[in-house]
């Protein structure tokens, strides 16, 4: 590569960027806001930096604009972005073509959502290369099946006449690094490439486009919001928080010395005080050896599962996706029927469906979801989504459940000004937030938590499982809190179901399930939760007892 | 609050003449000139100060007959619309929410009615019966809540699986405020777009059947009706068929101006407040 010596040595020089869009709010004159202020930022060749920070931060903003490019409506309106020594920003339509995919790639989040469907895996990751005639097809394909190897995908010769949807969401990630690195390229933008895979397929990739980074030399930013999992990648670290720069600096010293206070609160965000409570003498809810299936002689995806759930306290079922956690809420709820086995409530057997059970035990089982958006009705209000289980369950009306409600935004910690409010006009961690004061307003002595804090940011999250066990103690409810993340599970759980294939493998006051021996599975979840630790992901990959499912 | 500057011009022009047409309709007696049977001059006289619009084939004045003719068009468009929609909206989210067996005969049967031509049917199912305005109505309701009840199933069931639904479920709650409280509201954009659409399909329906004779029956006539009456004095240069058709086309641009801008208006979540 006689041409690669006689480029600068540094490769990327944004300077002063910034970075506008125009929001037309309806009834309003269109304004103009600042999503980037003035950051500067430089990478040097086959250099790694991390960007961090949490939703609106505008690090994806950032990144993309190392390849000249601003998502839906948002322009690039000052500084300059120096790539290879020009500035692209002046390089027009035709250069910023010449450059994205052949001197900067792309990485994004959902790899299942960035292939066309429609074609095989190798005509994509070979497209680029074709487009800038940097070789032959022949020549393309041999490198793009050494990039699949050096990715260790199975079956590395023949994996690219597979169409997107016959590879699992870790191998397609991987595919889409190979597609990114196939042109040899300078630079590559990764977003968030792992925030969408489990925890154990997330090990996986992260190992695979670290080695790649390595062997090709190739100089990298890495955005997202784990700040675990960017120490194990990068060479720097730089911390971004409303478009600005809150702090830069090497990799160790952001994570074990940090200056800024903001990057200390997202260094220690995991650690929340909790201490375990024994179990009590009696479970008022108990899963009895329930076996549970999708469509009549479906696959069972629950086998033969039993646990219990004492009062005020808190059990965490832990898994990656498919290992029937979610399934086991809709058994309990009655929205999925079990085939076999019981539910006892309060000592009696708990009707198997939805529509046999009595008002008062629906009362008792309540439930917070996900995606606090799509759980509620868009089209009403703050006060109406809280009000209602008031007025279902307690025949509430008028001023008092006017008041009721007001009680109980004051509990979540967010003000009166809220009940007017629609969901759109609230943050995530808010809708989150309305979405337990709508459970609490039943007075239930159950919750059942489905992945509440996965889709948030680890700021925010934090606040929501503070708030979580601040109500617990206050209203003696009791949580079955399903999760894959193991860093929540340690702070808040008092005994945990560890569940794999649909069975539960380990199940045990918390203290005991986290302690060793280990079984191999166990041992695999724990051992794949990225640790504030420069090193950590040789190690786990190397103390490994068994594969991850999507490998 | 809702500020006259701030509507789109295309929404004015709109609403205007729709505003227009709906006086013209409610207050037929008061505003037309002559009676609505009554022969006042000529047959096919020019627009003149006398008759402002000519008069017509038996010699009626047509401005006093296409008032009366709007009054009857939009009643009728107005009542079978109504029907169609309550009809086809209630079953499609029932169909949706409920499932099973009474999803499977409801769209089976609606996907029969469908598979027959309406205007066809219409004309066989109108000349067994007896030619009144009711029975016109409830025909061109039931025949157009098909194509309603389509839409709202298909709306719905995407609704249906939302986890808010799920969630009202969880709560206990009872099929109707499913449907009409967690359900309605969020399929009214599509539905309120259909609503200006399927109105004008029923004035065009409405038309070609009076045009066919199957229709309002004379004395009294609906545009439609009188293009017929008056279509042979096109051969003779005499543009007084033209002039309801014409009515039929304005009505039918500015209900639709009203319905988007209706549509761009409820489609915000944030309570129209931004």
């Given at each position: 590569?006689?041409?690669?010596?006689?480029?600068?040595?540094?490769?990327?020089?944004i300077r002063k960027l910034r970075i506008?869009?125009?929001?037309?709010?309806?009834?309003?004159?269109?304004?103009?806001?600042v999503?980037v202020h003035d950051v500067s930022?430089?990478?040097?060749?086959?250099?790694?930096?991390?960007?961090?920070?949490?939703?609106?931060?505008?690090?994806?903003?950032?990144?993309?604009?190392?390849?000249?490019?601003?998502?839906?409506?948002?322009?690039?309106?000052g500084g300059?972005?120096?790539?290879?020594?020009?500035?692209?920003?002046?390089?027009?339509?035709?250069?910023?073509?010449?450059?994205?995919?052949?001197?900067?790639?792309?990485?994004?989040?959902?790899?299942?959502?960035?292939?066309?469907?429609?074609?095989?895996?190798?005509?994509?990751?070979?497209?680029?290369?074709?487009?800038?005639?940097?070789?032959?097809?022949?020549?393309?394909?041999?490198?793009?099946?050494?990039?699949?190897?050096?990715?260790?995908?199975?079956?590395?010769?023949?994996?690219?006449?597979?169409?997107?949807?016959?590879?699992?969401?870790?191998?397609?990630?991987?595919?889409?690094?190979?597609?990114?690195?196939?042109?040899?390229?300078?630079?590559?933008?990764?977003?968030?490439?792992?925030?969408?895979?489990?925890?154990?397929?997330?090990?996986?990739?992260?190992?695979?486009?670290?080695?790649?980074?390595?062997?090709?030399?190739?100089?990298?930013?890495?955005?997202?919001?784990?700040?675990?999992?960017?120490?194990?990648?990068?060479?720097?670290?730089?911390?971004?928080?409303?478009g600005r720069l809150?702090?830069?600096?090497?990799?160790?010293?952001?994570?074990?010395?940090?200056?800024?206070?903001?990057?200390?609160?997202?260094?220690?965000?995991?650690?929340?005080?909790?201490?375990?409570?024994?179990?009590?003498?009696?479970?008022?809810?108990?899963?009895?050896?329930?076996?549970?299936?999708?469509?009549?002689?479906?696959?069972?995806?629950?086998?033969?599962?039993?646990?219990?759930?004492?009062?005020?306290?808190?059990?965490?079922?832990?898994?990656?996706?498919?290992?029937?956690?979610?399934?086991?809420?809709?058994?309990?709820?009655?929205?999925?029927?079990?085939?076999?086995?019981?539910?006892?409530?309060?000592?009696?057997?708990?009707?198997?469906?939805?529509?046999?059970?009595?008002?008062?035990?629906?009362?008792?089982?309540?439930?917070?979801?996900?995606?606090?958006?799509?759980?509620?009705?868009?089209?009403?209000?703050?006060?109406?989504?809280?009000?209602?289980?008031?007025?279902?369950?307690?025949?509430?009306?008028?001023?008092?459940?006017?008041?009721?409600?007001?009680?109980?935004?004051?509990?979540?910690?967010?003000?009166?000004?809220?009940?007017?409010?629609?969901?759109?006009?609230?943050?995530?961690?808010?809708?989150?937030?309305?979405?337990?004061?709508?459970?609490?307003?039943?007075?239930?002595?159950?919750?059942?938590?489905?992945?509440?804090?996965?889709?948030?940011?680890?700021?925010?999250?934090?606040?929501?499982?503070?708030?979580?066990?601040?109500?617990?103690?206050?209203?003696?409810?009791?949580?079955?809190?399903?999760?894959?993340?193991?860093?929540?599970?340690?702070?808040?759980?008092?005994?945990?179901?560890?569940?794999?294939?649909?069975?539960?493998?380990?199940?045990?006051?918390?203290?005991?399930?986290?302690?060793?021996?280990?079984?191999?599975?166990?041992?695999?979840?724990?051992?794949?939760?990225?640790?504030?630790?420069?090193?950590?992901?040789?190690?786990?990959?190397?103390?490994?007892?068994?594969?991850?499912?999507?490998? | 609050?809702?500020?006259?500057?701030?509507?789109?011009?295309?929404?004015?022009?709109?609403?205007?003449?729709?505003?227009?047409?709906?006086?013209?309709?409610?207050?037929?007696?008061?505003?037309?000139?002559?009676?609505?049977?009554?022969?006042?001059?000529?047959?096919?006289?020019?627009?003149?100060?006398?008759?402002?619009?000519?008069?017509?084939?038996?010699?009626?004045?047509?401005?006093?007959?296409?008032?009366?003719?709007?009054?009857?068009?939009?009643?009728?468009?107005?009542?079978?619309?109504?029907?169609?929609?309550?009809?086809?909206?209630?079953?499609?989210?029932?169909?949706?929410?409920?499932?099973?067996?009474?999803?499977?005969?409801?769209?089976?049967?609606?996907?029969?009615?469908?598979?027959?031509?309406?205007?066809?049917?219409?004309?066989?199912?109108?000349?067994?019966?007896?030619?009144?305005?009711?029975?016109?109505?409830?025909?061109?309701?039931?025949?157009?809540?098909?194509?309603?009840?389509?839409?709202?199933?298909?709306?719905?069931?995407?609704?249906?699986?939302?986890?808010?639904?799920?969630?009202?479920?969880?709560?206990?709650?009872?099929?109707?405020?499913?449907?009409?409280?967690?359900?309605?509201?969020?399929?009214?954009?599509?539905?309120?777009?259909?609503?200006?659409?399927?109105?004008?399909?029923?004035?065009?329906?409405?038309?070609?059947?009076?045009?066919?004779?199957?229709?309002?029956?004379?004395?009294?006539?609906?545009?439609?009706?009188?293009?017929?009456?008056?279509?042979?004095?096109?051969?003779?240069?005499?543009?007084?068929?033209?002039?309801?058709?014409?009515?039929?086309?304005?009505?039918?641009?500015?209900?639709?101006?009203?319905?988007?801008?209706?549509?761009?208006?409820?489609?915000?979540?944030?309570?129209?407040?931004?």
């Amino acid at each position: 590569m006689a041409g690669q010596a006689q480029k600068p040595e540094l490769l990327l020089d944004i300077r002063k960027l910034r970075i506008e869009a125009t929001v037309y709010p309806p009834g309003e004159a269109p304004k103009n806001i600042v999503l980037v202020h003035d950051v500067s930022l430089s990478l040097k060749r086959g250099r790694v930096l991390g960007l961090i920070g949490e939703s609106g931060a505008g690090k994806s903003t950032i990144g993309l604009s190392a390849m000249g490019y601003g998502r839906g409506g948002v322009r690039i309106t000052g500084g300059e972005v120096m790539l290879n020594g020009r500035d692209i920003l002046q390089s027009g339509k035709r250069g910023i073509r010449k450059l994205r995919g052949k001197e900067v790639c792309y990485v994004a989040q959902s790899a299942a959502a960035a292939f066309n469907p429609a074609h095989k895996l190798m005509d994509q990751v070979i497209e680029a290369s074709l487009e800038h005639g940097t070789g032959t097809r022949a020549q393309a394909e041999k490198r793009a099946v050494e990039l699949f190897r050096k990715l260790s995908l199975p079956d590395p010769e023949n994996i690219g006449e597979r169409y997107p949807h016959q590879v699992s969401g870790g191998q397609l990630q991987r595919v889409m690094t190979a597609m990114a690195l196939c042109s040899e390229p300078d630079l590559i933008v990764f977003d968030e490439p792992t925030t969408a895979l489990d925890v154990t397929t997330q090990i996986d990739v992260l190992a695979a486009i670290k080695d790649a980074i390595r062997d090709t030399g190739v100089a990298a930013l890495y955005i997202t919001h784990d700040l675990a999992v960017v120490a194990q990648v990068s060479d720097e670290i730089m911390v971004l928080r409303h478009g600005r720069l809150v702090e830069w600096g090497g990799t160790q010293q952001i994570i074990k010395e940090p200056r800024q206070e903001y990057t200390n609160a997202l260094v220690s965000v995991h650690e929340i005080t909790h201490d375990e409570q024994v179990p009590g003498e009696a479970p008022f809810l108990s899963v009895k050896n329930v076996t549970a299936a999708y469509g009549r002689g479906g696959p069972k995806v629950l086998k033969d599962v039993s646990v219990d759930i004492y009062p005020g306290q808190t059990l965490a079922v832990v898994g990656e996706s498919g290992s029937g956690k979610s399934t086991l809420a809709r058994a309990i709820t009655g929205l999925l029927p079990p085939e076999q086995g019981t539910v006892t409530f309060d000592g009696r057997p708990l009707a198997n469906r939805l529509a046999d059970r009595p008002k008062e035990d629906l009362r008792q089982l309540q439930m917070i979801y996900q995606m606090a958006d799509v759980a509620m009705n868009p089209r009403q209000t703050v006060g109406t989504i809280i009000g209602r289980p008031l007025e279902f369950y307690f025949g509430m009306r008028g001023a008092e459940r006017d008041r009721r409600v007001a009680e109980l935004l004051d509990k979540i910690e967010m003000g009166k000004g809220f009940a007017d409010r629609y969901p759109a006009e609230l943050s995530g961690g808010q809708k989150q937030r309305v979405c337990i004061a709508r459970s609490l307003a039943a007075k239930p002595k159950l919750i059942i938590c489905d992945e509440v804090t996965s889709a948030l940011d680890p700021l925010v999250a934090n606040g929501i499982l503070k708030l979580l066990l601040g109500l617990q103690k206050e209203e003696q409810v009791a949580y079955l809190f399903i999760t894959h993340d193991l860093a929540t599970v340690k702070s808040i759980a008092d005994s945990i179901a560890v569940m794999y294939r649909g069975e539960v493998v380990r199940y045990g006051p918390k203290s005991k399930v986290l302690a060793p021996p280990f079984d191999d599975y166990t041992d695999l979840l724990l051992s794949s939760v990225p640790e504030m630790e420069i090193g950590w992901l040789e190690k786990a990959i190397k103390g490994r007892r068994m594969e991850s499912a999507g490998n | 609050m809702l500020d006259i500057r701030r509507i789109p011009i295309p929404a004015l022009i709109g609403l205007i003449l729709t505003a227009l047409f709906l006086i013209a309709a409610i207050f037929a007696p008061l505003i037309a000139p002559y009676g609505n049977g009554q022969i006042v001059g000529d047959v096919w006289e020019p627009m003149s100060s006398t008759y402002l619009l000519g008069t017509d084939n038996l010699g009626r004045d047509l401005l006093s007959r296409m008032i009366y003719g709007a009054r009857i068009t939009i009643f009728i468009a107005v009542l079978a619309t109504a029907l169609s929609f309550s009809l086809g909206a209630i079953l499609g989210f029932t169909a949706a929410v409920v499932g099973g067996w009474f999803d499977t005969l409801m769209s089976r049967f609606v996907d029969l009615l469908m598979a027959i031509p309406t205007l066809i049917f219409g004309l066989v199912v109108l000349s067994v019966l007896p030619s009144t305005i009711v029975t016109l109505i409830m025909v061109m309701g039931l025949l157009d809540s098909t194509r309603v009840y389509r839409l709202s199933r298909a709306v719905a069931v995407d609704i249906n699986v939302m986890d808010f639904v799920e969630a009202a479920k969880l709560r206990g709650e009872g099929t109707v405020w499913i449907i009409f409280r967690e359900i309605l509201p969020n399929a009214l954009s599509p539905l309120i777009s259909e609503l200006g659409l399927r109105f004008i399909y029923a004035v065009l329906f409405l038309s070609a059947l009076s045009f066919l004779g199957l229709g309002v029956q004379p004395p009294n006539a609906d545009w439609g009706g009188m293009v017929k009456e008056n279509k042979d004095g096109i051969v003779f240069g005499i543009p007084a068929a033209l002039i309801p058709a014409a009515a039929i086309a304005a009505l039918a641009i500015s209900v639709n101006l009203v319905a988007d801008w209706i549509l761009n208006r409820t489609t915000s979540l944030k309570g129209g407040r931004g």
